[in-house]
């Protein structure tokens, strides 16, 4: 007797899933410009770690305006490199698709 167990994986894995469902995968890119990462949108105060240009970071909350002024700004979290782990906002243009 042949065991139906991969045959019910594979159609519980077509089923489609409702977006509250799919959890959100998170978005990485990559630093255009090296010394862009801001601490605090309050203040502007830049990081003390700055990311080197070319490195990963991972894109969270997004903002079209600083303070009341436009201005669209990405919440970052870098993946790689000496500020690996350090969070900080940028500008919309300074991070770049991974391809």
């Known amino acids: ?3 139906t167990l991969p045959f019910l994986l594979l159609a ?3 089923l489609p899933a409702s977006a509250a469902d799919v959890p959100a995968s998170p978005q990485v890119a ?3 410009d ?3 990462l801001v601490e605090s949108l309050a203040d502007l105060k ?3 770690c700055q990311p080197m240009k070319g490195e990963r970071v991972q894109l969270g909350e997004q903002r079209n305006s ?5 201005g669209n700004v990405a919440q970052v979290t870098v993946i790689e490199g000496r500020c690996a782990g350090k969070t900080g906002w940028v500008g919309m243009e300074r991070p770049e ?3």
């Open 1 to 3: 007797m042949t065991s």
């Open 12 to 14: 519980a894995l077509a």
């Open 30 to 32: 990559r630093l255009t």
């Open 34 to 36: 090296s010394s862009v």
């Open 46 to 48: 830049m990081a003390t």
């Open 66 to 70: 600083i303070g009341g002024m436009p």
């Open 97 to 99: 698709a991974v391809r």
